[in-house]
């Protein structure tokens, strides 16, 4: 995986989650390590974020990522650090910091922001922190039209674990009609 020049010495998504929640980062996580948190038996190398795109919130982020000394994932190892204007269109970043590479995205599959994304959400306590967390039933739904092999491959474990998960819990539709 390119690196812009910056390794990190050892990956700790724990850390780079934590520092974006300590950052006061508005976001979603998305992606592999979404699936892990719920349960799935899946590997990830990185953090994958949908962020709010409101100003004050790109100052966080930012800030943030300048702390981790963030720079691009690029091939040519040229080392260019984020600029806000860069987390306020529709595309993403790929980074490297010094504590895990995460890539920061504005939407996902189908056009899909934060706004979008706030209600597929589980809240996730987390090192004192609550994380939102794509769920898993969304997760999969994703998954299904990407067109990325790797997706296509997680998606019997996904939907495996979502399986267990509601056998264990017992699916949120069948507690809301027992309330009635």
Not at 96 to 121: F, K, M, N
Not at 149 to 159: A, G, I, S
Not at 166 to 179: A, P
């Amino acid at each position: 995986m390119p690196t812009g020049g910056k390794k990190p010495t050892s990956a700790s998504l724990s850390e780079v989650l934590e520092g974006l929640l300590e950052a006061g980062v508005d976001f979603i996580l998305v992606g592999g390590l979404a699936a892990v948190i719920q349960g799935a038996p899946v590997t990830t190398m990185d953090v994958d974020i949908v962020h709010s795109q409101a100003p004050q919130n790109i100052d966080r982020l930012l800030a943030f990522l300048r702390t981790a000394d963030a720079v691009q994932r690029r091939m040519d190892g040229k080392k260019i650090e984020p600029k806000g204007r860069d987390f306020s269109g529709k595309g993403h970043m790929l980074l490297t910091t010094r504590i895990g590479p995460i890539d920061v995205l504005a939407a996902i599959e189908g056009g899909r922001s934060y706004q979008d994304l706030l209600a597929h959400t589980v809240e996730i306590d987390f090192r004192g922190h609550t994380l939102r967390v794509l769920d898993l039933k969304t997760l999969i739904e994703l998954k299904k039209t990407s067109m990325d092999p790797k997706d296509k491959q997680r998606l019997p474990v996904l939907k495996e674990t979502l399986r267990q998960l509601e056998k264990e819990y017992g699916r949120e539709e069948d507690e809301e009609d027992g309330d009635r």
